[in-house]
């Protein structure tokens, strides 16, 4: 997130249910990827988006804005890299 300010990461949760990781994994097979995740971990950010808007690569997002409590869901298998699942409120 070049041009982007980070404030704040707030550490929320790693102890999600176990429907919540079968949904992270159902959303995994979505992507097309093959492994099966067996962590998942949420976290949420504080952040100064880029004045200009060219700075930007998420249409979702408006420049010159500051984003609070924007969360942020990571899973991976044992061991594995961890992949943003989803993001945003």
Not at 13 to 39: C, H, I, P, Y
Not at 50 to 79: F, M, Q, V
Request: aromatic share 16%; net charge negative.
């Amino acid at each position: 997130m070049k041009g982007f300010e980070l404030h704040k990461v707030y550490f929320v949760d790693d102890e999600f249910s176990e429907s919540t990781l079968q949904a992270v994994n159902a959303k995994g097979k979505k992507q097309g990827w093959t492994e099966k995740f067996t962590q998942v971990v949420y976290f949420q950010t504080d952040f100064q988006t880029p004045i200009k808007e060219s700075d930007i690569n998420n249409p979702e997002w408006e420049a010159n804005t500051e984003y609070i409590h924007y969360g942020w869901t990571l899973a991976r298998s044992d061991g594995g890299k961890w992949r943003i699942i989803s993001e945003g409120y």
